[in-house]
């Protein structure tokens, strides 16, 4: 669509797009990167194996909302009543309550 004379006229030519055009384009700005130890970045996370955790159940959950009540943000101490559960975990676990069920997180506390 272009503008002539004020009224909004219908160009044919930029109904299809050339899509070899565009590609040969891309290709153009593309340049080759040679990667060695020295340019590649490592970091401390390139190597760390991520846990995954398990599923909470509704036992583990309505434990979580006991001891969330009794200890508060206390996530140490919290992971302590769960043995096959970290100090992480209980925290993602209690951000992610925040967000989906915040009344009884409140209540909870």
Same mark, same amino acid.
């Given at each position: 669509m272009r503008i002539i004379d004020g009224q909004i006229v219908m160009d044919d030519r930029t109904l299809q797009i050339d899509r070899r055009k565009l590609a040969q384009a891309h290709q153009t700005?593309?340049?080759?990167?040679?990667?060695?130890?020295?340019?590649?970045? $490592?970091?401390?996370?390139?190597?760390?194996?991520?846990?995954?955790?398990?599923?909470?159940?509704? $036992?583990?959950?309505?434990?979580?909302?006991?001891?969330?009540?009794?200890?508060?943000?206390?996530?140490?101490?919290?992971?302590?009543y769960f043995p096959h559960r970290n100090r992480r975990q209980i925290k993602l676990k209690f951000n992610k309550e925040e967000r989906n069920n915040p009344a009884r997180v409140t209540r909870a506390m």
């Open positions: 700005e593309m340049t080759e990167v040679e990667e060695n130890d020295f340019t590649r970045v $490592v970091t401390s996370g390139t190597w760390m194996k991520m846990e995954r955790s398990q599923a909470w159940d509704a $036992v583990e959950n309505a434990l979580f909302y006991d001891c969330l009540s009794r200890h508060g943000t206390d996530f140490e101490m919290i992971a302590s």
